[in-house]
């Protein structure tokens, strides 16, 4: 009867003790879980939220982070130097104005650019992007200027509209130069297909008849 009573006393104990053990084991991965998370505001299902010592909560107020940037409850994001730029649904910043999410990545392989967008022409300078200021001078002589039009070094101009991009190097990010320089190549070539045998000036890129002396345009060879 003792050993019976010994017996079960032990396996209480021992199952007492594990119980213990395992609760433990729970809160310390519960506890380190609750570390890993960053405190910081992101933006989730179209509404700022805050995560705070692993709770998430709304965001009531702005707030300010360490490196100075301001987030608003709205989603919108206004950095130090005065540029702006809006959170998007899966967007998270960390208390020090750092973004937690891959966009930072995306940002930080975009060159940088002047671009003209919504009207205005904008600087793209390390991701961030800020009003357009003054005239800017490329490095292959390109001079951009603040309403979008652009001057070649050889004089030639071009008017930037919605969506085009310039390098600082002076290439365009976009295919616009490509099909420009197309077209200006293809009409030129085009022009002098038939001309007047008397008046050498007068062109078209189709036969016709010349407007001086009204002589059949021939093609040239």
Known sequence: MKNFRFGLTRTVSLLILFLTVSSLSVNAQAKH??????????????????????KTMPMEKDMVMKNGTT????????????????????????????????????????????????????????????????????????????????????????????????????????????KMKKTKTTKKMAAMDYSCPMHPEITSDKPSKCTKCGMDLTKRK
């Open 71 to 178: 987030c608003m409850t709205n989603g919108e994001c206004m950095m130090k130097d005065g540029s702006k730029m809006m959170m998007k649904n899966g967007d998270c910043m960390d208390m020090n104005g750092k973004m937690c999410t891959d966009k930072v990545k995306k940002t930080s392989m975009m060159k940088d650019c002047c671009m003209m967008k919504d009207g205005k022409m904008m600087v793209m300078k390390d991701g961030k992007t800020m009003p357009m200021e003054k005239d800017m001078v490329m490095k292959n002589g390109t001079t951009c200027m603040t309403n979008g039009e652009c001057i070649m070094k050889d004089g030639s101009k071009m008017m930037m509209k919605n969506g085009d991009c310039m390098e600082m190097s002076g290439k365009m990010c976009t295919d616009k130069m490509k």
């Open 33 to 54: 879980n609750t570390s890993t998370m960053k405190d910081c505001c992101m933006m989730k299902d179209g509404k700022m939220m805050v995560m705070k010592d692993g």
